[in-house]
C-alpha cells in the first residue's frame, strides 16, 4: 500500500499568534510525501530527504492519526522533499503535514477532496495535519490558518481556537516575492506575549482580511508583528510603493510581497542586496494533491 502526495507553502496575510484568528495564502513551493503501509507493520518510521538528522516527529504523528481513524493498525513509513524552507514562516510544517495525511489517505484508498460526498473532506484531513502538529509541539496555536491555505488552496481566513474555517476564497494576487534571511525562527519559540501586544492591529488586519482587502490586510499585519518580534521593517517600506501588500510571514523571518510582476521584479533587485534568498514566485489556486 503506497501513496505519494504534495502540498503547498504558503504566505501570512494575518498572523494568529495575537489573537488565534489568521489568515494566509499558497504560494507554489511544494513539500511531497511518500508513505508505504504494511498490515504486518508496526509503528511508522519518517526521514526527511537531505536532513538525516531532521524532526521526522510531526510526519510520524500524521501517519498515526490517520491510521487510528481510517485504517487498521497497519504500521509502515514516511519520506518527504521539500523545497519550502524549514523555519522559514513559509508553512513548511503545513505542507510537509498536509502531504503526509494526504499520501496516508491514499495508501489507504481513500479518497480526499474539497467535496462532502468524498471520502474525507480536505478541511477535515487538514485537521487531522493540524492536531497532529500540535502532538509534535511545532505550533502555537494549531496554525489552522496555514494548514487549510496550504491543504485548500487560494487565501483562507480561520479561527484557529476551534479550527473553524471562516473563508476560503481564490488567490488575491498572481505574483509573489519571497526574501528568505540564512536565520530561522521556530514558531513553537516564538513570543507569543510580544504579539499579543499588537493585538488590536491583528484585529484591523483580520477585519480587513474579512473584508476580502487581504493585500492592506497584510501590510497592517506585517509592521505590526516585524515591530512586536523584532524583525527590521525596512524590506516592507522599501516595497511599499511598489506592491499590493508586504508582510513579514509568519514569525519570520522570510518577508513576502504580492502584487505585479514587474514592479515585484524591480522590489527583488533591491532584496537582492541583502543576504540570504530572493524567490520571485506566484500564488497558488490548487492546494493538497495527490500525486
Ligand atoms: N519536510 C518536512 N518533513 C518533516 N517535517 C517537517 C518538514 N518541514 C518542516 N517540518 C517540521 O516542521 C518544523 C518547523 O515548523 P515551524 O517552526 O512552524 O516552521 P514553518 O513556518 O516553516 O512551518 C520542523 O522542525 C519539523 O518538525
Ligand atoms: O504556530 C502557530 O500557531 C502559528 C505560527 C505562525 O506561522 P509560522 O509557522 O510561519 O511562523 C503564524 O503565522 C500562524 O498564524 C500561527
Known amino acids: 500500500m503506497e501513496g505519494r502526495a504534495a502540498a503547498p507553502g504558503a504566505g501570512t496575510v494575518v498572523n494568529a499568534l495575537a489573537t488565534g484568528r489568521g489568515a494566509a495564502f499558497a504560494l507554489d513551493l511544494e513539500t511531497t510525501a511518500t508513505v508505504t503501509l504494511d498490515p504486518d507493520e508496526e509503528g511508522v518510521a519518517g526521514a526527511i ?115 473553524d474555517l471562516l473563508v476560503s476564497d481564490d488567490p488575491f494576487a498572481e505574483h509573489a516575492l519571497v526574501w528568505t534571511p540564512p536565520e530561522r525562527a521556530y514558531s513553537a519559540d516564538a513570543d507569543v506575549t510580544a504579539c499579543e501586544r499588537v493585538a488590536p492591529m491583528a484585529e484591523l488586519a483580520t477585519q480587513l482580511a474579512l473584508d476580502g482587502d487581504y493585500a492592506r490586510a497584510m501590510t497592517v499585519n506585517g509592521l505590526a508583528f516585524s515591530a512586536a518580534l523584532g524583525f527590521p521593517t525596512d524590506p516592507a517600506v522599501e516595497a511599499m510603493a511598489e506592491c499590493d501588500g508586504v508582510s513579514l510571514s509568519g514569525t519570520g523571518p522570510s518577508v513576502v510581497a504580492v502584487g505585479n510582476r514587474d514592479d515585484l521584479t524591480a522590489v527583488r533587485e533591491r532584496w537582492d542586496e541583502r543576504d540570504g534568498e530572493t524567490r520571485l514566485t506566484t500564488t497558488r489556486e490548487r492546494g493538497a494533491r495527490v500525486l
Open 49 to 163: 530527504d537531505g536532513a538525516p538528522d531532521g524532526d521526522t516527529t510531526l510526519i510520524e504523528r500524521c501517519v498515526e492519526r490517520v491510521i487510528d481513524r481510517y485504517g487498521a493498525g497497519e504500521g509502515g513509513t514516511v519520506e518527504t522533499e521539500s523545497e519550502v524552507p524549514t523555519a522559514a514562516g513559509l508553512k513548511s510544517s503545513s505542507a510537509a503535514a498536509n502531504a503526509a495525511v494526504v499520501a496516508t489517505l491514499s495508501a489507504l484508498g481513500l479518497e480526499v477532496a474539497n467535496d462532502p460526498d468524498a471520502d474525507v473532506t480536505k478541511t477535515e484531513a487538514c485537521r487531522v495535519g493540524v492536531r497532529a502538529a500540535r502532538d509534535a509541539g511545532v505550533t502555537v496555536t494549531g496554525a489552522f490558518d496555514d494548514a487549510s491555505a496550504s491543504m485548500l488552496g487560494g487565501v483562507t481566513v480561520t479561527d484557529n481556537r476551534e479550527d
